[in-house]
């Protein structure tokens, strides 16, 4: 009963068994052989435009060299509070674009609220030199709440990114996984919108290690290469990020696997609301799920040898939370097994 | 008939294997898993001593974070002229450690020559703040000639490193490659001539991508780890590259791969002493040869399916090359065959 | 009536007299000469012990430099959310030192919270490498709000400094002003304390530009002489910086000025609490005044001559300012007459 | 006889007066009052268009920033081997531009020899990530060797710098020294030759502190204005600079005090070829001259009191130095008197 994160799983089969297949033979390296063509050119057809793809080793890699794309004097990224990169990665983002700001934004259910966004973007007026200067907006979808932005919800980010003129990263770590939730194309949940730049997750949803950063606007391409070998994020022997994700994205498995990893969730969250002894902080829309639990059932579950993260409770839950329960993290993933799944209910 | 790079060539098919076997289960993201765990127990033991692991994504990583952990205001990073880190990372040490400075020294071979190596660190006194402070010394074990710097020779090295103070860094690409032509052990080519930083290189040698900083003064370990995860480099998944390691130390697997790339250079070096077409421009020790041929030659050669790049003549052999002959780098790898050399020779 | 910075003044005649007679004949440069080495000992005595004094352009170069010498990746420099450094600098700090974090911390009247800011610095265990790590602290004195740390308050963030062994920094860029409040020695408000690093600034207090970054352990000056040269901030005729201090410290100069100045704050803070249409934010302790006036009358003073700014408000004060009402700062200097604070205070 | 450098002399009386008069008054700060305004309409005529204007407080600063403001990653910089940049800022143009780096050009007499420039630009092709790639071109006028570009020769490096699309930066810490040598405007020497920005120096001739930023390009200037102030180089009272260029340039006292200073070496340099005992290295056309003199000369001379710098011999002038020669700088300035220079002449 392993939900601590999506990636304490391993690789699925078909993606291991792609390595394999491709270990054999030569290829020429940094990204140019064959095969790393042939996933640029499917997930330019997943995208339905022309799409500059730059395979790096991790999500944090992804964002960090995104921004850094961005990068101002005195620059500030907006991002939500919850964001990983602003709690999650060490300053990495801050190191790649040489001391730009993340700037929190809130908003509930791991949501920029986009009026405060503005009102945060106001705050360092063209010239006031004192303050810096805004530098770009990200958001993350799936959201680290679990939860999945609309379309529309898009919009309005996107709307507000045009009006200063701020490029729009987003962070697709568990891209796929608000994909199937939404329903709808690739295209319609990021460059349609006016998403500029994207982190494209692979690792957390079955391969070993397979994360791509995504530029709309090829133009910005020939900068990145530069910023991407800087950085130490230019593998040689790139087709093993390309086998993964060639395995990855044939006949719609990507898809399929985020399809598994969100019905144990949902599964997981019918379960748990049905029960007796936990309850849903909040409606996820992925494969996170984050749910109360009487601190004494959390214990016994970990006894009973389920793995999940304690999680710190954010001020908007503060007076619905008894002082003997707790705040707890359930991931699941494309390895979560029904089993799992159904004996955690029952030990609920 | 690819001897352009040993990047091109795949994994061996014990490590795709092993990467297989390693995918189905879970285990603990971020370098915790046992299987992290074990690989930094083989290396102790194969360096004979605790050493500190840390797993990255590429060379250059490797050889920036290694530096980077050196780090002075002003600093200078004493390399080879010709050293990867001097001319082929796009700047990844002076960004990893925000602006040092690679100050590179003349040698024959590809080996730093001692005399000018102090004479350089001496052009920096302590306290004479306008040209900046030495910070660390880093050597190519084998270099980038396709030499091998003899124990006596890393002696003298570390002999001025100590002089001065100064961290020593190898850059151990191809470390096995050097290894086993030395036939000395790990340790004696390292830490026991005064290393104390390696970049353990396993990715031209076999794996897929596996690449290892190796601290051998483990009270460096705790800031190693910021950097690490500050610069991207921190996988999630870190067991795939685990299982590279696993399988590429287990049973000594990695020297036989190293074996079969150097006797395959050997036997290529052989053959074009012995032809009338080609000669060696100088002995080498390792996987890589530097061959003089007739212009014409290896235009036929490579009509004739051979892959090799041409490379620049470097000023110590102004003068022994005729106009209509040209410089050329062959790299042999696990994966040459006997066949392909053979033909190779005959074609010369 | 200009009440709008201490940086809107000049220098005072006596300073201004220092650099023209220091302007002929010959001195070494870069900070060697005699009248740099006679300010060092000056301020060795003032400050009752050894000190390392670096000059500097500015106080954000000051600030900058003094935390990035505590330089860690990812580090966190906590300090008070309304900070120069957090809002004034541009990013500077983070960019000296390479992407740390200025993490705020609140607290009343623009004092750090001790309660808060160990909560903040216990977010960041030591090993946790995703959140980064703590790295420095630094207060203000006098705050931003125009108040004044106790020695006592001073103690307590140091003894937290000192159990987090994190080095503790003063921008002391009204350090006059507040030293002559508390009417207690240099050495008693810093070092005594537990300060480790002191940014002095002359400039807000009647020199042209005379800032310094005093080192109260001087072991740790040889890497900061290197720091402050890359960034451009080692003058070449470094003595015009101390002739500045030669005469702003000879005969208490420094305090006299700073005393005028809390004096005309004091008779400007007393004619408002005694005026029908003003009223004082909060008590100050400095040379900085935060008023409370209607708009109406902001304006017909503003029309009147007086230059003074707009300030936000603090969530602190909601509730208690009318819809009519604004927030004004008032800063006096050396330089302000006793008629321009009368004229002020008639006008209210 | 102080022939040093430059920087050890004051100011001259004229510019310290300046001082003194702008010090009484208020003034809006931060480069904003009117004193600043005026000299950047000043510096607009001099230069005969529109230019942006940036104090700053020293050349290094000046320098870095000009070259931070043309940043890519993996960038090179061109300048001549013995460029200031190069040798004499320990690593700030590396450090303000986030790890670029200075790539030397030789070239006889301080100057970059285009041929050599053009070869060192075409090692780094565009799309070949790992070399890194060209950023900007910067030249020294006068030169570290004390001589001038003709303009022809400013012609020519132009030329190349527009042919491969780079920014082109003049260091003029000795402008002045230059212009009168070549009795050109200031327009005829920079923009009109296609200089993009320049290092404007009044300290070594005159001035306290007084440096500038000059960017012809005036669309530049508002990310600079952040560049600026978030390396800790913008000034409160920014006037005290603008009171020093204020006196500077009026009059053309500027090119007054280097018609003197190149005079004094002039006459030094007659002197010196008449004598028996010493003998110039190379022609100078500035106010500092480069002496062959035996070393017991030299020390004769020390001792009479005369004050000059060994210099390090290029490899230039190998075999024209004799075992008991060395060679030596000599600087005049606003300052030398013609009594110190006769003495030395007749010492010699």
């Not at 993606?15 to 063509?37: C, F, N, P, Q, R």
């Amino acid at each position: 009963m392993i939900f601590s994160s999506d990636n304490w799983a391993g690789a699925h089969p078909v993606i291991a068994e792609s390595l394999v297949k491709a270990a054999s033979g030569y290829a020429s390296a940094y990204g140019t052989s064959d095969l790393d063509k042939k996933v640029e050119k499917t997930l330019s057809e997943i995208f339905e435009r022309d799409v500059a793809v730059f395979f790096v080793a991790t999500g944090t890699a992804a964002n960090s060299l995104a921004l850094s794309s961005a990068n101002r004097p005195g620059g500030h990224v907006f991002c939500h509070r919850e964001a990983h990169v602003n709690v999650d990665e060490c300053g990495a983002p801050e190191f790649f674009s040489h001391g730009s700001r993340m700037t929190p934004v809130d908003g509930s259910l791991g949501k920029i609220d986009p009026v405060k966004l503005e009102a945060e973007i106001r705050r360092f007026p063209p010239g006031f030199v004192h303050g810096g200067q805004p530098m770009a907006i990200t958001m993350t979808q799936a959201t680290e709440a679990g939860t999945v932005y609309s379309l529309d919800e898009i919009d309005v980010i996107a709307h507000i990114a045009r009006k200063f003129k701020l490029p729009l990263h987003m962070d697709g770590a568990r891209f796929a996984n608000a994909l199937v939730t939404l329903d709808v194309t690739p295209a319609e949940m990021t460059w349609k919108r006016g998403i500029d730049l994207l982190s494209f997750g692979g690792t957390k949803n079955g391969c070993w290690c397979a994360e791509a950063l995504i530029l709309f606007d090829t133009a910005k391409a020939s900068q990145m290469h530069y910023l991407r070998k800087r950085s130490g994020q230019l593998f040689s022997k790139s087709r093993f990020i390309a086998a993964q994700f060639d395995a990855y994205l044939a006949g719609g498995l990507w898809l399929d696997l985020a399809r598994h990893a969100n019905g144990m969730a949902n599964r997981l969250a019918e379960g748990i609301e049905a029960s007796n002894g936990a309850r849903l902080a909040w409606p996820s829309g992925s494969n996170e799920l984050f749910v109360i639990l009487k601190k004494d059932t959390a214990k016994k579950l970990e006894e009973g040898g389920a793995v999940f993260y304690d999680w710190p409770v954010p001020y908007t839950l503060a007076g619905s939370i008894a002082a003997d329960e707790g705040l707890y993290r359930l991931v699941t993933s494309f390895a979560t097994s029904r089993e799992d799944v159904e004996q955690f209910i029952a030990a609920c």
